[in-house]
């Protein structure tokens, strides 16, 4: 296996049971809305144990000095204000109720869950990476000098220029954010269409995908719901003409739907079953050497699903086979390409 | 294989892992006498563990090998997770790792150098109005010299009610500063300039309220002595704290730069640590015993006993007695690597 590591956003870890899996890490504008949630969460807190302590200092104001709710006020300030993040993230595994929102987590940079001094370290170093501040009154000479709005460019920087996409608390606490989300479906694409299963009955019984080949159909069949159908066709085209030259397939065969039955043949189907006798051969044949058997049945019809016989009276759909077959397959494609755009909405998750 | 017959097979078991990290997620641990499912956990882990190391030869799908990821990365992080503060270690760190940590660390004697030779500078500049006309006046400005005046014209008295507010305002306040001044360390100037600029103001504002012909100046130094040594020392510390922080960024050492940045946290974290608890009792100080009616004495004794309990801490709790023991080359290793002794960053990953 090729040992290049992908273009993407995540993060290879071994673990313990000499593993390796990949995180998806967590950019600076997946972080923010966690951030400002966890601002808001942090306000309301403040005001929450205010208004308690408030309440107490009012109840018991005859035998308790309302000077020591007011310092306890002072101090829980404080110390919400400081260790909100530090004390949530150790204690709730890596996680603020932001982070808990928006599916994140701190995690160490070797996958190793964040300790007592990591989260320290890096919710204290928060408000280096927030700097500079900017004052509203630099802008407009009228306003207070009060409202200070923190940029966040130092933070902003050094995610950016950081493969784990960490800012300087981070890299100075050795912690990292990816994303752990909370609930996903197992994706098995399924293939819907009928006469993907039709097409795959006709394959030769020793057809077996190599690896590299049922990775790739894999991908192509999971990535083609976002694509046109034109698009499909223009992609499936590089694998699929081969492979239908070989086994013998007709040249006008929707390369979109040779790809579907080639996944359906190596992923969904049991070999066992298969081997036994399985489904007998169904629709019509788009073998090459059953093409004069075959003669009387538009191949349109086969490309291009059962809906095409609405359209019957397109020129294009009742071109002969033969004709076909002789030359360029460019024509009655065009015209699978028009129907399959109604048929693939339907498929679409 | 063929994943249809493969996936019938194992994904009743990753159902099974999902729930399981629902409710232990939910739950926060597994409950008392839950033993069975933990170890149940522990063994659909390991399988679906097996399963994406096999993923490549079962050709499985890649949204299924990304399923699979997640899945592992998701029980991974029930099965190791974080560590609650240990209290013993905590103690530990206040009264074994900081104190030496702070005795042997240039950056603290840079900063606390620098902080009390600026502080001293300014309070000659201040005091002496003769020799420099004005300095007092630019550093602190009228205003600030007027309110100051101000406050220490009534001789102090103070009431329960005063103590308590002050002191929980003087927590929330002089060691928000103490922690955004270590904080601002990693960006090295800031630090720098938060450690000099409280110097020369303090400074000057000792200096011209110590002049024999300012109004108050005996209610000054009734109310500064007895929080002195702990706040002045508390401000130096998270300064040092800070150096050693943004240190870690232009003397590396050898290691990579990040490297040496995350070295010089880990080492300036328990010197924070002693100066926010440094900050607290200065707080605790000046809150109930600075703006007290106790007679002066009173104050410059506990002035005295405070100085005396900084410095055991500083020298007694702070030499380094390994050295007495270690031979000379050993020492030298601890000196240059104090976190030798401590586990690698990367040593996680040959573990099994």
């Not at chain 2, 029980?75 to 240990?86: Q, T």
């Not at chain 2, 000057?204 to 109004?215: I, N, V």
Request: hydrophobic share 45%.
């Amino acid at each position: 296996m090729s040992t290049a590591t992908p273009l993407d956003t995540t993060i290879s870890v071994i673990t313990p049971e000499n593993i390796a899996f990949d995180y998806e890490l967590a950019g600076p504008f997946r972080r923010l809305p966690a951030y400002l949630i966890d601002i808001l969460v942090r306000l309301g807190l403040i005001l929450a144990v205010g208004m308690v302590l408030g309440l107490l200092g009012l109840a018991t104001s005859i035998w308790i000095p309302g000077s020591f709710f007011l310092a306890g006020m002072l101090v829980a300030y404080f110390l919400i204000s400081w260790f909100y993040g530090t004390v949530l993230e150790t204690y709730f595994n890596g996680r603020t109720v932001g982070k808990w929102m928006f599916g994140l987590r701190v995690i160490g940079i070797d996958g190793r869950p964040v300790d007592g001094t990591g989260a320290v370290i890096r919710n204290l170093l928060r408000i280096a990476d927030l700097a500079p501040l900017a004052a509203l009154s630099q802008f407009d000479s009228d306003l207070p000098a009060v409202y200070v709005i923190p940029t966040g460019i130092v933070g902003l920087v050094c995610m950016v220029s950081t493969r784990r996409m960490q800012r300087l608390g981070d890299l100075a606490a050795g912690t990292m954010v990816v994303v752990d989300e909370r609930s996903w479906r197992l994706p098995v694409t399924q293939v819907d269409d009928p006469r993907a299963a039709a097409l795959a009955s006709f394959l030769p019984a020793d057809f077996r995908a190599s690896r590299t080949m049922a990775r790739t159909l894999a991908t192509y069949v999971e990535r083609r719901a976002y694509l046109t159908p034109p698009r499909r066709r223009e992609v499936a085209r590089v694998l699929a003409e081969p492979i239908s030259e070989r086994i013998g397939f007709r040249s006008d065969v929707d390369p979109d739907l040779l790809m579907m039955a080639l996944y359906h043949a190596t992923f969904l189907v049991d070999p066992r079953q298969q081997a036994a006798g399985g489904e007998p051969p169904a629709g019509p044949s788009p073998l090459l050497r059953d093409v004069n058997v075959a003669q009387e049945i538009p191949v349109a019809r086969l490309a291009s699903g059962p809906e095409a016989s609405g359209l019957e009276s397109d020129p294009a759909a009742g071109v002969a086979p033969n004709a076909e077959v002789a030359g360029s397959d460019q024509r009655p494609g065009e015209a699978a390409v028009i129907q399959t755009g109604s048929i693939e909405t339907e498929e679409r998750p | 294989m063929i994943i249809a017959s493969l996936l019938e097979s194992r994904q009743e078991q990753w159902r099974e892992l999902e729930e399981l990290c629902d409710r232990l997620e939910v739950r926060g641990r597994a409950a008392r006498g839950d033993g069975a499912s933990v170890l149940r956990f522990a063994s659909l882990y390991r399988a679906a563990c097996a399963d994406l190391a096999m993923a490549d030869s079962y050709h499985l799908p890649p949204a299924t090998v990304a399923y699979l990821h997640r899945l592992v990365a998701r029980a991974h992080n029930n099965l190791y997770r974080s560590d609650r503060l240990d209290p013993v270690s905590w103690v530990d760190m206040v009264f074994r790792t900081a104190p030496q940590r702070i005795f042997a660390d240039p950056c603290v004697r840079v900063a606390t150098l620098l902080f009390f030779g600026l502080f001293a500078l300014a309070i000659a500049l201040g005091y002496q109005q003769a020799g420099f006309p004005g300095f007092a006046e630019m550093v602190l400005g009228e205003d600030q010299m007027e309110s100051l005046e101000k406050m220490y014209e009534e001789p102090i008295h103070g009431s329960l009610d005063h103590y308590v507010t002050m002191a929980g305002f003087y927590i929330k306040h002089n060691t928000g500063i103490g922690l955004q001044c270590f904080a601002f360390g990693v960006l090295l100037i800031p630090c720098l300039i938060t450690l000099a600029f409280n110097a020369i103001q303090l400074g000057t504002a000792f200096g011209y309220m110590s002049r024999l012909e300012t109004t108050g100046n005996d209610n000054f130094l009734h109310f500064v002595t007895a929080h002195g040594p702990f706040e002045l020392t508390a401000i130096a510390l998270a300064g040092g704290a800070g150096l050693r922080l943004g240190m870690g960024l232009f003397s590396t050492g050898g290691l990579s730069r990040i490297d040496s940045l995350y070295r010089s946290a880990r080492l300036a974290v328990p010197i924070m640590v002693a100066s926010a608890m440094l900050f607290f009792l200065a707080a605790l100080t000046e809150g109930f015993v600075s703006p007290s009616s106790l007679p002066y004495v009173i104050k410059a004794l506990w002035a005295i006993l405070s100085a005396g309990l900084i410095s055991f801490y500083f020298v007694v709790l702070g030499f380094p007695r390994d050295f007495v023991v270690r031979p000379a080359i050993e020492a030298d290793r601890e000196l240059i690597d104090p976190l030798a002794d401590e586990e690698p960053v990367g040593e996680y990953r040959g573990a099994t």
